[in-house]
């Protein structure tokens, strides 16, 4: 199983996807089949859809998921109060046949609830993870900082976690500017990584990584001996958006950098591995004036591939493991694809490559609707070749 950032590829060839990111009056999962048509054996109507509003009166959105060695799904997002603040963070967890697991969550109803103050109003979850204990951890961007939670196996708040063991990580920059987090990965012996970006200024942002132990310290084996690792790439806005542990225990991140595909990859102690790409870094314009990597996959020979949006299409582009461009992928074997799914924006989201080697996008497309200055939001599944040409048949799913 390859698992990317809040996407992820089961057995018998079964992908399992959420909408990254969207908000929505109702939490959605979906499981589709190798050939791209729903998953009979998901979802109560047995249509490979699970529909569940978390709260009352809210307005539900995901943020992440992933899968537990169980087969279980964890889906982690926030409800928001109908003034638009975020009153409380949720993990939910479902059976392999998209059921709430009744087993999980303090009210015993599969879902695992955490009240958070009214003044976040920019609280969105940006990684979740189960370590080997069956702990969970999640990872926020509230306000200015970033915040890491942990539950327990059944749905409780683990008060053995943090500095004050209260349950909760909050850590930021001393830089009077927000700090985001956008990914979390944990390693082998249980140490997490949060990487995101900061405002350096008003107008910049830069990277930022930090560690924490698996009892939620800052790990001060990490950058410069308090845990924390910042680059700036350029002047402009570079920013971090996911994040894959390689099997060296080195990090690969991507994100984006004034309009460009991003990746970097840093030793396990935080350094900059300048021997990849051009002294650490692998810029690729993908032949527009914005270009965001959202994900990142790897195949057994070390190459690996971007996926995000170029252009306001689904795009991808495929290295080889040193950092360069690999041109055996691509219509015009460029390493570089793009998809236009025929709508006004699409986006990719998330991304997994399959065993033979293809990869499965899924993400979200814009179609205009009835009205002229409305936009119907849909979901939005492709696959793509081993040679970066649009695989046929796999059937591209809007909902």
Known sequence: MTRVKGQLTGGHGKTY???????????ESRAFLSAGSADPTFGPAHNGVALHEMLASTKDGVGAATLQRDGKLLISGTSRA????????????????????ASFGTA??????????QSFSETEPQGLRVQADGKIVVGLRIARDMVLFRFTSDGTLDK?????????????????FATYLSDLILRPDGRILAGGYYYSNSARKDLVFMQFTADGVLDQTF???????????????????????????????????????????????????????????????????????????????????LAGESGGDFAA????????????????????????????????????????????????TQMPSATA???RGAFAAVRIDVDGTL????AVVLR
């Open 108 to 117: 015993h109803n599969g879902i695992a609830v955490l009240d958070l103050e």
């Open 391 to 394: 695989d046929s048949s796999f």
């Open 82 to 101: 109908v003034d638009g603040h975020a009153a409380r963070a949720f993990v939910s967890r479902y059976l392999p046949d998209g059921t709430l697991d």
């Open 223 to 305: 950058g410069g001996g308090d845990g924390q690792a910042t680059y700036r790439v350029t002047q402009y806005e570079d920013t971090i958006d996911a994040m894959t542990l390689l099997p060296s225990g080195m990090v690969l991140a991507t994100g984006s950098c004034r309009g460009d595909f991003l990746a970097i990859r840093l030793f396990p102690d935080g350094g900059l591995d300048r021997t990849f790409g051009v002294m650490g870094v692998v810029k690729t314009d993908m032949g527009s004036g914005l270009d965001i990597a959202n994900s990142v996959g790897l195949y057994r020979d070390g190459r690996f591939v």
């Open 373 to 375: 200055d409305d936009f």
């Open 317 to 364: 582009a495929r290295y080889t493991a040193s950092g360069q461009l690999d041109t055996t992928f691509g219509a015009a074997k460029t390493g570089k694809a793009r998809v236009d799914l025929g709508a006004v924006y699409d986006v990719a989201k998330d991304m997994a490559v399959q065993r033979d080697g293809k990869l499965v996008l899924v993400g979200q």
């Open 17 to 27: 996807a959420r909408l990254a990111g969207r908000m929505i009056e109702c939490l």
């Open 160 to 176: 053995t976690f943090g500095p004050d063991k209260s349950g909760f990580v909050r850590a930021t920059l001393d830089t009077g």
